[in-house]
């Protein structure tokens, strides 16, 4: 097996963020101050009303979400925050009423057509621990709009009204996200592809992994959603996840087609051979349940260097996951939650990747950051000649060439720090497994 190092990607990404609370800072200050110092760095975004993913939910699912987690809320930290998200509630189950009346019935038939014909969708599942490259690999294909559809950022964080609400919503809305993701500095806008699990979250009233982030003292009561197949899962919860998936696909679908038709230069019948490119983190863990859902499913699992995964991660969570907070968490809960969160994802995803690859579909491929980095291209037509899928047209080959020849090409990554000693023996440990099946070399 091929052997990936640490510095594979050209910049030496195994440690903290200078302001990540390391080791290092408790050091200096000392525990109590490094725990206050950290604590406050979480506190200064309390008041923030930007790139929160739960501002998309509706009032019931929220009432619900709010008096079930109600003794978990730091509510003297973050009174404003839940007042917010319940002003947007309300005014989202109107949005929602409004796109009932108006779409309700078709939405209903284009359930019961993906349902019936599930053998005929052919999804495109991009899979991958977060801080692996996704969303770079998600956004490459995406440009290829001839052949995929996605769930874009506007329709991720309002699920439940974007059908009739999108086009007046990003404007009305445009101040809710940054320009940038506060953890890379990759370009954010409504009309960029997004994670899908953003939306079902929601959608579903919080059954999903994604409400680690809000109640991350609690991250283990939500757990059971990576995979819903625990033996503690609830038939319930994984019934209500499965819907409300099945009804945001379907209505990533009617839109689609809606755009489609709308497009005078666009041929009758060519949206058909369109297919769904979805993109979130947690699937990783749900190749059972998403085949039972689309047989005719098929996966990109893109991996990276652990070391640099953690590193990235924990980045991602001192300047992302503070405008989610409803509770403030030390940082061993979050360091703990990350190390937690790709061990489900890693091991769901080893258990599940031998039926596939097993079988005689072509339904999973496995890419490396590393190698997606130093020639977007040619992985990219990798890809492609492995599912067979058809020929870039022109206007994909040229939109790709500009991306890789411009954007990516002046890109900066983020530099990190070195991990400390115990850091780095703890990824080696915990995560060794993953470490040795992709072929990384250990951390001395």
């Given at each position: 097996?091929?052997?990936?190092?640490?510095?594979?990607?050209?910049?030496?990404?195994?440690?903290?963020?200078?302001?990540?609370?390391?080791?290092?800072?408790?050091?200096?200050?000392?525990?109590?101050?490094?725990?206050?110092?950290?604590?406050?760095?979480?506190?200064?975004?309390?008041?923030?009303?930007?790139?929160?993913?739960?501002?998309?939910?509706?009032?019931?699912?929220?009432?619900?979400?709010?008096?079930?987690?109600?003794?978990?809320?730091?509510?003297?930290?973050?009174?404003?925050?839940?007042?917010?998200?319940?002003?947007?509630?309300?005014?989202?189950?109107?949005?929602?009423?409004?796109?009932?009346?108006?779409?309700?019935?078709?939405?209903?038939?284009?359930?019961?057509?993906?349902?019936?014909?599930?053998?005929?969708?052919?999804?495109?599942?991009?899979?991958?621990?977060?801080?692996?490259?996704?969303?770079?690999?998600?956004?490459?294909?995406?440009?290829?709009?001839?052949?995929?559809?996605?769930?874009?950022?506007?329709?991720a964080g309002f699920p439940s009204?974007?059908?009739?609400?999108?086009?007046?919503?990003?404007?009305?809305?445009?101040?809710?996200?940054?320009?940038?993701?506060?953890?890379?500095?990759?370009?954010?806008?409504?009309?960029?592809?997004?994670?899908?699990?953003?939306?079902?979250?929601?959608?579903?009233?919080?059954?999903?992994?994604?409400?680690?982030?809000?109640?991350?003292?609690?991250?283990?009561?939500?757990?059971?959603?990576?995979?819903?197949?625990?033996?503690?899962?609830?038939?319930?919860?994984?019934?209500?996840?499965?819907?409300?998936?099945?009804?945001?696909?379907?209505?990533?679908?009617?839109?689609?087609?809606?755009?489609?038709?709308?497009?005078?230069?666009?041929?009758?019948?060519?949206?058909?051979?369109?297919?769904?490119?979805?993109?979130?983190?947690?699937?990783?863990?749900?190749?059972?349940?998403?085949?039972?859902?689309?047989?005719?499913?098929q996966f990109i699992y893109i991996?990276?260097?652990?070391?640099?995964?953690?590193?990235?991660?924990?980045?991602?969570?001192?300047?992302?996951?503070?405008?989610?907070?409803?509770?403030?968490?030390?940082?061993?809960?979050?360091?703990?939650?990350?190390?937690?969160?790709?061990?489900?994802?890693?091991?769901?995803?080893?258990?599940?990747?031998?039926?596939?690859?097993?079988?005689?579909?072509?339904?999973?491929?496995?890419?490396?950051?590393?190698?997606?980095?130093?020639?977007?291209?040619?992985?990219?037509?990798?890809?492609?000649?492995?599912?067979?899928?058809?020929?870039?047209?022109?206007?994909?080959?040229?939109?790709?060439?500009?991306?890789?020849?411009?954007?990516?090409?002046?890109?900066?990554?983020?530099?990190?720090?070195?991990?400390?000693?115990?850091?780095?023996?703890?990824?080696?440990?915990?995560?060794?497994?993953?470490?040795?099946?992709?072929?990384?070399?250990?951390?001395?």
């Amino acid at each position: 097996m091929m052997m990936h190092s640490a510095r594979d990607s050209g910049i030496f990404l195994s440690g903290f963020d200078a302001v990540a609370g390391d080791q290092d800072l408790i050091r200096v200050l000392g525990k109590h101050d490094a725990a206050n110092a950290w604590r406050e760095s979480i506190l200064k975004y309390s008041w923030s009303c930007r790139n929160n993913f739960i501002v998309g939910i509706c009032f019931k699912q929220w009432m619900r979400l709010v008096w079930k987690f109600k003794h978990c809320i730091d509510w003297k930290e973050y009174s404003f925050r839940v007042g917010f998200v319940s002003c947007l509630s309300i005014i989202n189950s109107c949005l929602s009423t409004i796109e009932f009346i108006i779409f309700g019935n078709k939405i209903r038939q284009t359930i019961q057509e993906v349902s019936r014909n599930s053998d005929k969708e052919h999804p495109v599942f991009i899979l991958g621990h977060p801080r692996s490259g996704t969303t770079l690999l998600h956004n490459l294909i995406s440009f290829d709009s001839d052949q995929f559809y996605i769930c874009n950022t506007f329709c991720a964080g309002f699920p439940s009204s974007f059908l009739w609400f999108e086009s007046i919503g990003k404007v009305l809305l445009s101040r809710l996200i940054d320009t940038k993701r506060p953890m890379d500095n990759m370009k954010l806008s409504f009309e960029l592809p997004q994670e899908d699990e953003i939306a079902t979250s929601v959608m579903s009233g919080g059954i999903s992994p994604y409400f680690c982030l809000p109640f991350m003292r609690n991250h283990e009561d939500f757990h059971d959603f990576f995979s819903f197949n625990s033996s503690t899962t609830s038939k319930e919860s994984r019934e209500t996840w499965t819907q409300s998936f099945l009804e945001l696909y379907s209505k990533l679908k009617l839109r689609s087609q809606r755009n489609a038709s709308a497009q005078t230069s666009c041929l009758p019948g060519s949206n058909e051979k369109k297919r769904a490119l979805l993109k979130s983190p947690v699937h990783t863990s749900r190749i059972q349940l998403l085949l039972q859902m689309f047989p005719n499913a098929q996966f990109i699992y893109i991996h990276r260097n652990p070391y640099e995964v953690y590193a990235s991660a924990k980045h991602m969570a001192v300047t992302t996951y503070p405008y989610v907070y409803l509770s403030v968490p030390t940082e061993e809960t979050v360091d703990e939650f990350i190390f937690k969160q790709y061990e489900i994802l890693w091991n769901d995803y080893f258990r599940d990747r031998e039926m596939i690859l097993s079988s005689n579909k072509r339904a999973l491929i496995e890419i490396s950051y590393s190698e997606l980095c130093h020639d977007p291209m040619s992985s990219i037509s990798k890809i492609y000649e492995y599912f067979g899928w058809n020929p870039w047209s022109p206007e994909f080959r040229t939109k790709l060439e500009d991306i890789v020849c411009t954007e990516l090409r002046s890109y900066k990554k983020n530099e990190f720090q070195t991990h400390p000693r115990e850091i780095s023996d703890e990824i080696s440990r915990r995560w060794n497994d993953s470490i040795l099946q992709l072929g990384y070399e250990f951390c001395s």
